[in-house]
């Protein structure tokens, strides 16, 4: 009876030091293979800020707008009626057109945008291939992003139409769809390519670009909006100069 349990505890702890072999088997193929993935995503991350503050998102050309549009741009007032001045969230793609830098954080499944301008936060899925069916209207929408080589390609849907384009009122409804082509052109340079497609708002989609600069030696700084909020224009000024 005693050399049988001592078989049969041998055979126990051969059966665990299988199953811990395995375990850390799995564990090497699987960790290496998420860090192998990050390694081969084209890296966006860094702190950007715009290289020409454009606050006019039709860089002065006609839009192509319906009549409905045309009455919400001509009734639209920086200092009265900007949906910003009550502290409400900026919205897509006006997010993306702040004088204020944007860092770019990067990890599994997701890309991060942490805007300084209210301290807002936008997040891309880059781990699903659709949205979802029973969509929430939101300021930020619901933004999935793929890669195709060095270009994330972002596609946001679920809009609230409350919230303006640019920073001169132009309109869009919650049928907007933004597509976004965001690459690294070179080390210290990111390009951001919109095209906007709102059949109530536009009669036909158009394109802007958006050019930013790397800032290595910034670093995303606390910004509140209720603070000090007299409901005046809040037509965006330069940001202070960072020192290392």
Sequence with gaps: MRYRSIAS?????????????????????????????????????????????????????????SSWAEAKFKAADAETNDPRLNCLPHGVPIFMFSVMPIEILQVPGRVLMHLEDDSLLREISTDVQKHPKDLDISYNGDSIGKWEGD?????????????????????????????????????????????????????KAWTVKQVYDLKPDWRIRENVCEENNKYRSREPTAPLRRKK
Excluded: C
Excluded at 16 to 44: E, F, G, N, V
Excluded at 174 to 190: K, S
């Design 9 to 65: 505890v041998g055979a126990v702890m051969a059966l665990l030091a299988i199953s811990h072999a395995k375990l850390a088997h799995t564990a090497r193929l699987t960790l290496p293979a998420k860090a192998q993935a990050m390694a081969h995503t084209p890296d966006l991350s860094g702190v950007w800020l715009v290289h020409e503050f454009q606050p006019d998102a039709s860089l002065g050309a006609k839009l192509p707008m």
């Design 151 to 203: 270009t994330l390609v972002v596609d946001t849907v679920g809009l609230k139409g409350t919230t303006w384009l640019d920073h001169v009122g132009h309109p869009h409804s919650d049928a907007l769809h933004v597509v976004e082509r965001i690459r690294r052109v070179d080390h210290n340079t990111l390009v951001d390519d919109f095209t906007f497609d709102d059949p109530k708002a536009y009669t």
